[in-house]
């Protein structure tokens, strides 16, 4: 696999980009984890906000016939633009953060998508802002948080190192102007209400 130096530093220009506005928050500040969020009041914010909550289970190996639940579950707003059927999810933690969190700081920044291989585009997009969508590394297995019977079964989360996730494809098509679902700067609590 060939690196191209240009690849390089757009992928270097968006980690500087994604740091520069963590900095710029408060140092003091921390994101909301999922141990110490009030499920009850973020649930109620979701469905206030127009959203829906699901509750997604890990799987692994969703590309093949029985895949493997793993352990945990983790609670989604899903928001859907009536308009034109397209949808965004952020982690309920994430969406009622009043604290700076990595996922709404990639959100905000709109990062330009880098230049890419084959694949898909969206898993590329969240690890080129320090994230990762994928169970199990590259490979065919598949896997994501999945809710069987949803509209969108298998979610492709793009996860950051603070534990705060929104869905790889909303941050995808964000940062290029079009907005999924809801745009999330309404929203999210970290920045709710202040002009973006």
């Not at 009850?40 to 190996?61: N, W």
Request: some cysteine; glycine content about 12%; overall charge neutral.
């Amino acid at each position: 696999m060939e690196i191209s130096t240009k690849s390089i530093a757009v992928n270097f220009s968006v980690l500087a980009t994604v740091f520069v506005l963590l900095i710029g928050a408060d140092a003091q500040q921390t994101t909301t984890s999922d141990d110490t969020y009030d499920a009850a009041a973020a649930s109620d914010y979701c469905t206030a906000s127009g959203g829906v909550v699901e509750t997604r289970y890990p799987y692994y190996g969703t590309n093949f016939a029985n895949p493997l639940q793993l352990a945990g579950k983790r609670q989604f707003c899903q928001f859907t633009k009536k308009s034109d059927g397209s949808r965004i999810h952020v982690l309920l933690s994430t969406l009622v953060a009043t604290k700076p969190s990595l996922a709404a700081l990639a959100y905000y920044a709109k990062a330009p998508l880098g230049q890419h291989g084959g694949g898909n585009p969206a898993s590329y997009y969240c690890t080129q802002l320090g994230g990762t969508d994928l169970f199990g590394g590259i490979n065919f297995a598949g896997g994501g948080w999945v809710e069987w019977g949803a509209i969108d079964e298998s979610l492709e989360a793009c996860i950051f190192p603070d534990m705060s996730s929104i869905d790889s494809w909303g941050l995808t098509y964000h940062s290029v102007g079009i907005i999924r679902g809801i745009n999330l700067g309404r929203v999210l609590k970290y920045h709710k209400g202040k002009k973006k």
